[in-house]
């Protein structure tokens, strides 16, 4: 496998688990995990497909031999989080079908040498696209394609007749508990009032991923407050992050963020986006295959200095 192919519709591939019930297993994460598995379960109703949710990776070990599983799409198979190569060791072998949504994929090369015809691996960018093809010598199936929240139905989300507010208030009671959930929402609506001059969003993270960047005193970082409250998503779980990370993005102009999937989401938006890469490769290798081009205002930051996330204040 040399080069890098044109990315390949996703439909054409989930078409091909029609006729039969699948397993399928979402990220654990933040809201952007959210936003990636309501974009999902939207398609597999759009196409049609028949499918169990496996809330619970945990669960995955024991499902029935000669299952078909589809795992959800995200960033579970690198240095940060690795969970999903300890799920895909658990089912190769076992599985009739193994399908991994567009994800981000680095190291495991032992895995990768191993799977067989019966997986296909689908990368969101062309970085883990070289890898995987370069280490996947068992006959596994890889593919390109963009990462599943540029599959998302917005105006079904945006659509709903629920106020902004009280989504915003059950994503966080859900997340956090009644009392935590207030102080939380309280919070949000101070800041979001703070920056209504400037109608301009900061929402940077401060974990492993981050890359440094000075944090704003205005800061919301969406992802985290957005969460399931246990990190994992069924279906109501993932519509509830999904429509109040995207209603309350919806109520800025500007974006600055080095969440990839806050940048995603101001990108379908219509949003002027400054997206800053994150301490490895992903969002720049996101942005180069499925934004730059095709989401004219959005803009790459590609090294943290200080002052850089609010330079959009005088652009």
Not at 93 to 105: D, E, K, Q, S, Y
């Amino acid at each position: 496998m040399t080069g890098r192919p044109a990315p390949m519709a996703m439909d054409d591939l989930l078409r091909s688990l029609a006729g039969a019930r699948f397993f399928y297993v979402p990220n654990t994460g933040n809201a952007g995990d959210g936003l990636i598995a309501c974009a999902t379960l939207q398609v597999f109703a759009r196409l049609g497909l028949e499918w169990v949710l496996v809330r619970a990776p945990e669960d995955v070990p024991a499902l029935p031999a000669g299952s078909s599983v589809v795992i959800g799409g995200g960033g579970h198979m690198t240095r940060y989080w690795n969970g999903f190569a300890t799920l895909l060791e658990a089912l190769h072998g076992r599985a009739r079908r193994i399908v991994v949504l567009p994800h981000t994929i680095e190291g495991n090369e032992r895995l990768l040498a191993q799977l067989g015809p019966t997986v296909d691996l689908v990368c969101r960018e062309a970085v883990s696209y070289a890898h995987v093809a370069a280490h996947a010598r068992g006959g596994c199936r890889v593919h390109l394609s963009h990462d599943m929240a540029f599959h998302l139905d917005l105006a079904s989300l945006l659509a709903s007749r629920r106020p902004h507010a009280l989504e915003a208030w059950r994503a966080l009671r859900g997340r956090h508990g009644a009392r935590r959930a207030w102080l939380v929402y309280t919070t949000l609506r101070r800041l979001r009032a703070a920056a209504r001059g400037s109608r301009m969003l900061n929402c940077f993270r401060a974990d492993a991923e981050s890359a440094g960047w000075p944090i704003p005193e205005d800061n919301i970082d969406l992802s985290g407050i957005f969460a399931s409250h246990d990190a994992r998503y069924d279906a109501g779980d993932a519509e509830r992050s999904a429509r109040a990370l995207v209603s309350f993005v919806n109520r800025f102009d500007i974006v600055n963020t080095d969440r990839l999937h806050v940048g995603i989401v101001g990108a379908l938006l219509g949003k002027h986006v400054r997206l800053h890469v994150g301490a490895y490769y992903k969002i720049e290798a996101v942005y180069r295959l499925s934004l730059e081009g095709r989401f004219p205002r959005v803009v790459l930051v590609a090294s943290p200095r200080r002052g850089a996330a609010s330079a959009a204040r005088s652009a």
